[in-house]
Nanobody, 116 residues
């Protein structure tokens, strides 16, 4: 079992940048890692923002492609989400996820608010 702790959320300006970090309690070498978000609107589902496989392949939601970048540092057991060109619709709670053979673990989430 791995524990995940997100950090780096807060208030961002439209057009600005934020960087989220997800620190794991153990090695993430064999995990597929992902960032999800859940917007505050009623009935809004948690959605995948970006993922990185254990082999290093990445994928992105269409709404963030070209603006967000997921990366990892295996030596630090940390996954990052660099968010550029922020938009108000990026406002959400962002969650880190680790998946190992169907066993999924979640962090507690970090709030990102994009507003001028």
């Amino acid at each position: 079992q791995v524990q995940l702790v997100e950090s780096g959320g807060g208030l961002g300006q439209p057009g600005g940048s934020l960087r989220l970090s997800c620190a794991a309690s153990g090695s993430i070498r064999f995990y597929n890692m992902g960032w999800y978000r859940q917007a505050p609107a009623p009935g809004k589902q948690r959605e995948l923002v970006a993922g990185i496989t254990s082999g290093g392949f990445t994928n992105y939601a269409g709404s963030v492609k070209g603006r967000f970048t997921i990366s990892r540092d295996i030596t630090k057991s940390t996954v990052y989400l660099q968010m550029n060109s922020l938009k108000p619709e990026d406002t959400a709670v962002y969650y880190c996820n680790a998946d190992l053979s169907g066993n999924r673990y979640w962090g507690q989430g970090t709030q990102v608010t994009v507003s001028s």
